[in-house]
């Protein structure tokens, strides 16, 4: 049976694929329809549109924390603490997917302030499943 910790794990990554698969399904019209060459990209996206160069900065922002939430996930798993990581989990991957969704929505102030809290929201988790983590494995 999974936990809500491998659900939400599973969650991240399919998030974080779902965003690469998007961006470059996008690129990939971009070539076919003679746009840009293959080889003009920027890995930015800076020389597209301001929603690539969003979908781009979200897609690497999942790709920069995800080893970080993975790795405490997975070790909850590992380690069958799960129990630590359970309650927490899901959260973790909405506010993951919020975050994702408003980058890709908008750069307005309100937005950036909205996106930037659910940020906080799961490094707030992360160091809780650390602390927790630590003080399960020192007993």
Known sequence: MFSYTAIAL???VLWTLLLLVWMETLR???????AIASNQFQPDNGNLSP????????HANCVENLPIFASLMLLA???????ITDSLAMWLLLSRFGQSCI???SLSVWAVNLRF?????QVAIALYWTINLLIHFHQ
């Not at 990939?28 to 003679?34: A, E, F, P, R």
């Not at 929603?51 to 979200?58: G, T």
């Not at 798993?77 to 129990?83: C, D, G, V």
Request: proline letters at 0%; a positive charge.
């Open 10 to 12: 599973l969650g991240l």
């Open 28 to 34: 990939s019209k971009l070539v076919i329809s003679g």
């Open 51 to 58: 929603f690539m160069q969003r979908l781009a900065r979200a």
């Open 77 to 83: 798993i590992s380690t069958e603490s799960h129990f």
């Open 103 to 105: 980058h890709l929505v």
């Open 117 to 121: 809290s659910l940020f906080v929201v």
